[in-house]
């Protein structure tokens, strides 16, 4: 089993920055894939980005190219997603993900899942 924790999540005027963190403990090293997505209210939840852990090559969703960055540092066994230039439409609550995928890719089926953190983006 593989538990993620996030934090960093809170509430930032449009064009302000955040910095969220998932920290992983358990059998982390079956794992190949990280991934962070968002589910707005009312809407489905949608993949964010996505990171190979061998190759630290990262995927981004469209909407968040240019903005965001995700990174990980295996030291501290922690995956990390810097979210600049936020606006409104960012507004959801994010989540991680991690899992052992036959391709890395953005919106994944991860099989292990932090349990949320809020962020809110006011214009």
């Known amino acids: 089993q593989v538990q993620l924790v996030e934090s960093g999540g809170g509430s930032v005027q449009a064009g302000g920055s955040l910095r969220l963190s998932c920290a992983a403990s358990?059998?982390?090293?079956?794992?190949?894939?990280l991934g962070w997505f968002r589910q707005a209210p009312g809407k489905e939840r949608e993949g964010v980005a996505a990171l190979y852990i061998a190759s630290g090559s990262t995927y981004y969703t469209d909407s968040v190219k240019g903005r965001f960055t995700m990174s990980q540092d295996n030291a501290k066994n922690t995956m990390y997603l810097q979210m600049n230039s936020l606006k409104p439409e960012d507004t959801a609550m994010y989540y991680c993900a991690a899992g052992a995928i036959e391709i890395c890719a953005v919106g994944a089926d991860f099989g292990y899942w932090g349990q949320g953190t809020q962020v809110t983006v006011s214009s």
């Open positions: 358990g059998y982390t090293y079956n794992t190949n894939c």
